[in-house]
């Protein structure tokens, strides 16, 4: 099974997030959290696109910055010198991983340049499990550049690790930006430890207060600690203005007008104190 998994990973994980978004949308029309009463085609077509186009780019280049790194590689990497099971080194690239991404998407918020490439994510006006895939290609690139590949060069873990890792990841980013319905009792307990819907939608309000807050992807737990977690009552989600105060239109969500965003995006943005 993992001699499977490791030979076919490639063709796995395309299954998983394109899989995972087709069987995440068909749930969001039987349970939703909030109906669009919009045509929503133009975003769905811009927000697939951005989507192929970057699964594709990324698996060619963070494998080829992976050959490179490797020349670079300890000797003896951290969890193999520590002698980690398979299922150790999961749990730490998790854990890893999700430090380093909630102080990158921190900066990603804090600094006009990284901001401009970001707002294509945030510029989004409704959230389903397409807008867990919707980043503009420059996003990915950076983060794979500066944190993800070379995290997993030093820490050295196994294959089959970085693999489930992968689908893991997938997964809860594409429940936690789901339009999906989750019980408010059941809610207020797993958002404790995983990023539900709602815990995530506020990150995508319209309003500043809240875009610039629950940055965690999958485990909350650094908001918890570095004070950047807030809710709203459970009934006023539903009605609460997704996207950016800017770039409502439908001709903002054209895949063209995506891609030129951080060279076309002039809104001055407030300072911030993240």
Partial sequence: MINFIKNNYFELQFAALFGGIFLVYILEGYFPRRRSDTNQTNRWVSNISLAIFNHFLILFYTFNLALILNQFQPDSPLLRHFGFSDIASLFVLLFAFEFTSYWSHR?????????????????????????????????????????????????????????????????????????????????????????????????????????????????????????????????????????LEQLRSNEDQRIDQLIMRPFTYNRNPIKRSL
């Fill in 107 to 243: 900066a990603f918020h804090k600094f006009p340049i990284l901001w401009r490439i970001h707002s294509v994510h945030h510029s989004d006006t409704e959230i389903d499990v397409t807008t867990g895939v919707r980043h503009h290609p420059f996003e990915p690139l950076i983060i794979n550049t500066i944190i993800v590949t070379p995290m997993v060069m030093l820490l050295g873990a196994p294959v089959i690790s970085i693999i489930l890792f992968n689908f893991v990841r997938t997964i809860i980013v594409l429940t936690s930006h789901s339009n999906l319905i989750i019980p408010k009792r059941l809610d207020k307990v797993v958002r404790l430890f995983v990023t539900t819907p709602d815990y995530h939608r506020m990150h995508h309000s319209s309003d500043r207060r809240y875009t610039d807050s629950n940055f965690c992807i999958v485990f909350p737990i650094f908001d918890y600690v570095f004070g950047t977690a807030t809710k709203k009552p459970y009934e006023e989600i539903p009605n609460m203005q997704i996207g």
